[in-house]
């Protein structure tokens, strides 16, 4: 799906969760913009999609997003923190030629990321409540358990916890993490003794 900048943007914008795909010089040239949020059905940004986005700051990009096109964020010349959510997504050439002011945050138990990303340095996002990551490969069910990643902060302690019933919910302690590195791995061997469990993260 096309979408395109109107002249009168100013400061914060959401990408309509019904948005498929940002199109290659979709907000060139917003000059107004500060600060961009991809809904959560982006797959995909395209070449120039930000160009010259001179007062954009922060850029927010879901998981759902696998590629980002060439030049994507060129000439964004106060880019300061670009906030993904998952896995790396492949990156076009000189995604962020031009925007030298860059960091890359991610999500600590997220794949695919090294000390770089298309040319820019990276860092940890140390969100400030824990996550259950939906994405990746070992996310469901595997080897007759069900699974999936915690990502926080490192060494800050993590309890998941299991109801079967939210409308009055009885939450049991299963296991507490320290999460060494920012992350751990909750598999429970024991969700098909039950019709249902739902389950939760939370600091101690």
């Known amino acids: 799906m096309l979408i395109l900048c109107p002249a009168t943007r100013i400061g914060s914008y959401t990408v309509p969760a ?3 795909t940002v199109s290659g010089f979709a907000f060139a040239s917003c000059t107004s913009l500060t600060n961009i949020i991809l809904g959560d059905s982006v797959a995909s940004v395209g070449s120039q999609a930000f160009d010259s986005c001179t007062s954009l700051i922060r850029v927010t990009i879901p998981s759902s997003v696998t590629n980002i ?20 997504p492949n990156a076009g050439t000189n995604v962020f030629y031009k925007a030298d002011l860059a960091t890359i945050y991610y999500l600590p138990g997220t794949f695919g990321w090294s000390s770089t990303f298309a040319g820019r340095p990276t860092a940890l996002w140390q969100l400030p409540n824990p996550l259950i990551l939906t994405n990746g490969p070992d996310f469901g069910i595997h080897t007759n358990a069900f699974g999936f990643r915690v990502s926080w902060a490192t060494n800050i302690p993590v309890v998941s916890e299991a109801t079967t019933n939210l409308a009055e919910p009885v939450w049991s302690s ?11 791995y909750f598999s429970d061997p024991e969700w098909t003794n039950y019709l249902s469990r739902i ?6």
């Open 18 to 20: 019904s948005v498929t």
């Open 69 to 88: 096109g060439n030049l994507a964020f060129y000439f964004c010349t106060n880019v300061t923190g670009v906030y993904l959510q998952g896995n790396a």
């Open 174 to 184: 299963l296991v507490t993490n320290a999460l060494a590195g920012g992350w751990f």
């Open 199 to 204: 389950y939760r993260v939370r600091s101690l």
